[in-house]
């Protein structure tokens, strides 16, 4: 392959065998785990199912008071609200702590988002955006990179999550991610491109093409691999890595079939 290939795993004894490692200390659940060191640790930032629990004011809002939340149609896990300065400030020390338990200067940004279309029209994010006299969109946009440059300012360098939507201007729209405001800030952007099988890779090709014109700089291509047979994985691996600067398998708890792939896409 002769590029970038790294993991994202819970397991330390897998790290030592890549050329990058991702250790996610904050899940999505709100669960911290302690950092290992030597790894990249991830912070999902305002996904977070226990704070949404303990402070269901924080939690995004969406058209109709609709709230990003599990138990609505489109959401997974629960999205609190970027507007309110306890979950901004929260969302800092957060990362402070990783960096300072890791040991690493280098931080990876999960989460770093608006659950969707339409969120977050809650008090919050209607009194700023009023305040600052800008539409809901030109708000949210402000708002997360004003995040992302102070999560700078306590970091050397910055790696981020997007969404795998590279379609114009869905990433501002749906999420207030716009990449031109973030560029100063981040120095690598990761795009998880997730399939249970990877039985055909067109639209894989399709995605990363579309990210590869998209980005303002290089960018890694995050493939999950937990029970996805080998040869998908390898095949994936493959069309992923002709697009982007380096690929990374995520989650997958066996290290002799993560060595194979290794072996088999020619990376030392």
């Known amino acids: ?3 970038t290939l790294g993991i994202v795993s819970r397991f330390p004894d897998h790290f030592a065998h890549f050329d990058v490692g991702y250790y996610e200390v ?3 659940s709100g669960v911290w785990h302690d950092p290992v060191p030597g790894t990249i640790p991830m912070v999902s930032v305002f996904g977070d199912n226990r704070q949404a629990k303990r402070h269901p004011e924080w939690v995004q809002v969406g058209p109709n008071q609709e709230r990003a939340t599990r138990d609505a149609k ?3 896990w629960d999205a609190l609200c970027p507007s309110r300065p306890d979950v901004f400030s929260l969302g800092v020390e957060w990362v402070k702590d990783a960096l300072a338990k890791s040991g690493q200067k280098t931080i990876r940004l999960d989460d770093v988002t608006y659950a969707r279309e339409g969120f977050c029209q809650c ?4 009194e700023e955006s009023a305040r600052r006299g800008l539409t809901a969109d030109a708000y949210r946009s402000e708002r997360l990179a004003e995040f992302v440059a102070a999560v700078r300012e306590v970091a050397e360098r910055v790696e981020m999550t997007l969404f795998p939507d590279p379609l ?4 501002e729209r749906r999420f207030g ?7 100063p800030y981040v120095d690598r952007f990761v795009v998880p491109i997730y ?4 039985a055909t890779t067109y639209w894989l090709e399709v995605l990363a093409q579309g990210f590869s014109e998209l980005l303002p700089r290089p960018f890694f291509i995050e493939l999950y691999s937990l029970k996805v047979p080998e040869d998908a994985v390898v095949h994936a691996a493959e069309v992923a890595s002709a697009y982007a600067e380096g690929v990374l398998l995520a989650y ?4 002799p079939k993560l060595l194979r792939i290794r072996e088999r896409l020619g990376s030392e």
């Open 1 to 3: 392959m002769g590029q």
């Open 26 to 28: 904050k899940d999505v």
């Open 74 to 76: 489109f959401f997974d």
């Open 123 to 126: 008090p919050a994010c209607l």
């Open 168 to 171: 114009p201007g869905h990433l």
């Open 177 to 183: 991610i716009d990449l031109s405001r973030l560029a």
């Open 195 to 198: 399939d249970l099988h990877y």
């Open 252 to 255: 997958e708890n066996q290290l």
